[in-house]
């Protein structure tokens, strides 16, 4: 399940209800980009070690990353190391090194069976307690076991997943273009096992950072498959994903009349009731509640950035 070193203290919120609407990449071996992370609206930062840094760079980039994650100034972003695969030279420091970093989750690569999450799972034995894995849904692999795979939150700190998308086009040889025909029921099948095994899943990226009208069809395309926010690769690509992943006026105006129409004296007890002449079960009041408490938490991050919501 979701854990959160961030969520403790909003004792009514749902532990789902964690904007994790956008995640920018960004590679440790680039300084201006953490400074520049420090100063955006990402939900997530995923400081990159593996396939944004090269082979030179591998233990500078190491060191960087850590470096940033202590000393701080992300705000109420979580953060995010990429390690390199453990079947690489780089692997194994890497992940020593994020386990005493104090970072909030560490991602993982190309992980294609619950064995290898299981690898990763015990290499960060000794870490703290809160340190979450995120992993890569990236291999052909990854996706034919995505069941399996899932199940393995019940007993590691497996918590959330991402699409990894260019290396999924790269291993089935299909092609990457807007309307993600080849990629569509991996998505839906992802989303579905993630939903089963309570984990939080993003999207993969859109390469296409100088074209806003592309980007936003394929955010657009990921929420309504039922991601809970999209990875990125550019600071241009923030403010528009967040806008998509944040419940809108009409989804709250629906909350919040569910919530006040399942309060009513009427229908205390009931499982199922009209709203608005539709019917509506208490699965909905859930998913109400959940889209309630998530724009409190996304005004109560706006409020502590300083952005104007
Ligand atoms: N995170 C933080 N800052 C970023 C950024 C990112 N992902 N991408 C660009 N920036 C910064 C640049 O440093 C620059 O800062 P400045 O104004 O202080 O100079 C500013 O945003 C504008 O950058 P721009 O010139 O538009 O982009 P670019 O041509 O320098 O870089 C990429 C383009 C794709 C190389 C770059 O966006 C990038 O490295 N993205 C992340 C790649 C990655 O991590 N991939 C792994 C996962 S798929
Ligand atoms: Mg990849």
């Known amino acids: ?24 990449y960004l590679p440790a071996s680039n300084p201006k980009a ?19 840094v090269a082979p030179e760079m591998k233990a500078s980039a190491r060191e960087a990353a850590v470096a940033a994650v202590r000393e701080g100034g992300f705000g109420a972003a979580e953060v995010a190391i990429r390690a390199n695969g453990l079947d690489t030279e780089w692997g194994a420091d890497d992940l020593a090194a994020i ?20 690898r990763f799972n015990d290499a960060l034995a000794h870490a703290p307690a809160a340190l979450q894995l995120w992993t890569m849904i990236e291999t052909c ?20 997943w991402v699409m990894g998308t260019n290396d999924l086009a790269k291993e089935m ?6 309307d993600r025909a080849p990629f569509l029921p991996m998505l839906g099948m ?30 657009a395309q990921g929420l309504l498959y039922g991601f809970d926010g999209k990875s990125l690769i550019h ?3 923030i403010e528009p994903c967040n806008a998509v992943y944040s419940p809108s006026r009409d989804d709250l105006a629906w909350a919040e009349g569910v919530i006040a129409a399942f ?29 309630v408490a998530m724009a409190e938490m996304i005004a109560r991050a706006e409020a502590t950035q300083g952005i104007d919501a």
């Open 99 to 118: 386990a005493g970093s104090g970072v909030d989750a560490v991602l993982v690569p190309k992980v294609s069976s619950p064995q290898d999450i299981a």
């Open 263 to 291: 309060a009513l004296p009427e229908n205390a007890g009931k499982g199922a009731i009209r709203v608005d002449g539709k019917m509506t079960e208490l699965l909905h009041l859930e998913e109400a509640r959940r889209l």
């Open 141 to 160: 692999g990854s996706v034919l076991r995505l069941d399996a795979m899932g199940a393995m939150a019940a007993s590691t700190r497996l918590s959330l």
């Open 34 to 52: 953490i400074a520049k992370a420090r100063t955006l609206a990402a939900d997530i930062v995923i400081l990159d070690l593996e396939d944004a």
């Open 173 to 178: 040889r299909a092609r990457l273009r807007p």
């Open 190 to 219: 992802a989303v579905a096992a993630a939903r089963a095994h309570g984990l939080t899943i993003l999207d993969g990226v859109c390469n296409e950072f100088r074209d806003q009208s592309v980007f936003r069809a394929e955010a």
């Open 235 to 237: 600071p241009d690509q």
């Open 1 to 24: 399940m979701n854990t959160s070193t961030h969520t403790s203290t909003h004792t009514t919120t749902h532990l789902s209800a964690r904007p994790r609407r956008s995640a920018l």
